[in-house]
């Protein structure tokens, strides 16, 4: 029955597979016989993992296949790498390396797990048996990541099929955290996956509608190849410009949209990140928020030589969009327009005002008038379901705006959410 596993030391590009905890844990009974072990022992540890996994990414109802082939995707390898470039030029020896792995894959995805527990007599065995049903798993993945994995356990019954369906899975999602994930994060030199990005979407937002299709009209076009610039939104605080990239991800992740946030003491690691990206499929923004830089500081370079081109050619499926409250992303104090010592301040000075004119969409949020807040309020009021006559309504909104943060966007929901919890 655990015949699955002896052929596991023979793969070639999924070797990464050996070091996995329940797969070693097979393999290590297999090279040491059973008598040598505690079957039942083993048994429980793998279905604790099995448990661990699922809570975290659980996706299909059998709990076997869905850690197996997790732990497949999960593998970044030369045939990840190939099928996401062009797999019409993939090395000969690559693709039979491939359909190699994918026979012995094959065996591994098909172990009946609650079969082997049956057979060491333990109850745990039928726990799988228990219910077939589909999970409902708050895991926010790729949205194409749960019918991939479907599709990939039902070709498991064909070594050619399997290579195939891996293939497919590689080049229209990519490998290993890319292809679980829409939203990640950099941290310590590796992108980290966001499980439960921000939910808010286009209908959520009220006003700014002009920049809001502007903004979509970029990304879309982004999205067809067709261009598709780097983005600036400055403005006032609350005004929505992170909601509104924010919610190009509800938007158009089903369209191969990925968003990567980047904090501005990352900067540095901005071309590690775009070369890493742009050898992956699909789009990806990096997300810079509430971007701004002090006069002496000079991070905003690498941003400059990623906009204007450098001797590397640009990524293809890689844009900025960086939200910021200053118009002029660096400050300029009066002190700096008398050039101190530096012998070209002129040109120094130019070089930081113009900064933000390389970003070739430039959206404004201002603050909105009393009407538009007031607009705001009431829509915002309409959809909690608020019973309270409109003159109260805009009376007690006047008078949250004046006490606290002005208008915005941000204050209307902050006075709706206050007034939802009075009513």
């Not at 109802?61 to 797999?87: H, V």
């Not at 082997?116 to 228990?130: P, Q, R, V």
Request: net charge negative.
């Amino acid at each position: 029955m655990l015949s699955a596993f002896k052929a596991v030391d023979q793969l070639v590009l999924y070797r990464g597979l050996l070091q996995d905890p329940v797969i070693s844990l097979y393999c290590k009974m297999l090279d040491e016989g059973l008598s040598e072990n505690n079957p039942s022992a083993v048994y429980y540890e793998a279905v604790h993992h099995l448990l661990v996994y699922y809570d975290r990414r659980g996706v299909l109802p059998d709990l076997w296949k869905n850690y197996i082939l997790g732990k497949i995707i999960a593998l970044d390898n030369p045939l990840a790498a190939a099928c996401q470039k062009n797999t019409e030029s993939m090395h000969p020896a690559l693709r039979e390396a491939g359909r190699h792995d994918a026979a012995i894959l094959q065996g591994l995805i098909n172990f009946d797990f609650a079969a082997w527990g049956d057979s060491l007599g333990l109850s745990a065995g039928k726990w799988f048996a228990a219910d077939g049903k589909k999970p409902s798993s708050s895991f926010a993945t790729n949205p194409s990541y749960a019918a991939a994995l479907e599709e990939l356990a039902q070709a498991a019954t064909d070594p050619g099929e399997l290579f195939s369906a891996l293939a497919a899975f590689y080049q229209n999602n990519g490998s290993g955290e890319l292809a679980v994930y829409r939203a990640f994060y950099w941290e310590e030199g590796d992108l980290k996956g966001i499980a439960h990005p921000d939910p808010v979407e286009f209908a959520d937002l009220i006003g700014y509608q002009e920049q809001i299709q502007a903004l979509k009209k970029n990304t879309a076009a982004f999205l067809n190849r067709r261009g598709g610039n780097h983005v600036l939104l400055y403005g006032d605080k609350g005004t929505g410009k992170s909601s509104s990239v924010k919610a190009l991800l509800n938007e158009y992740s089903s369209s191969g949209l990925r968003i990567v946030q980047l904090q501005r003491q990352q900067l540095e690691d901005l071309n590690t990140i775009i070369d890493l990206l742009r050898q992956r499929s699909g789009f990806y923004i990096i997300f810079i928020d509430d971007l701004s830089f002090e006069n002496f500081e000079v991070e905003y370079k690498y941003l400059k030589s990623h906009i204007e081109g450098s001797l590397q050619a640009p990524a293809e499926n890689v844009r900025l969009y960086v939200t910021s409250n200053r118009r002029h992303l660096i400050r300029e104090n009066w002190e700096d327009r008398q050039h101190n010592d530096d012998v070209h301040g002129r040109d120094t000075q130019q070089e930081k005002l113009s900064f933000a004119d390389r970003f070739g969409l430039t959206l404004t949020y201002t603050s909105p008038l009393q009407k538009d807040y007031l607009s705001m309020v009431k829509e915002m009021a309409r959809r909690e379901g608020l019973k309270i006559d409109e003159e109260s309504l805009f009376r007690q909104a006047v008078q949250w705006e004046l006490r606290y943060h002005g208008r915005s966007g941000r204050t209307a929901r902050q006075f709706v959410n206050d007034l939802k919890s009075r009513l």
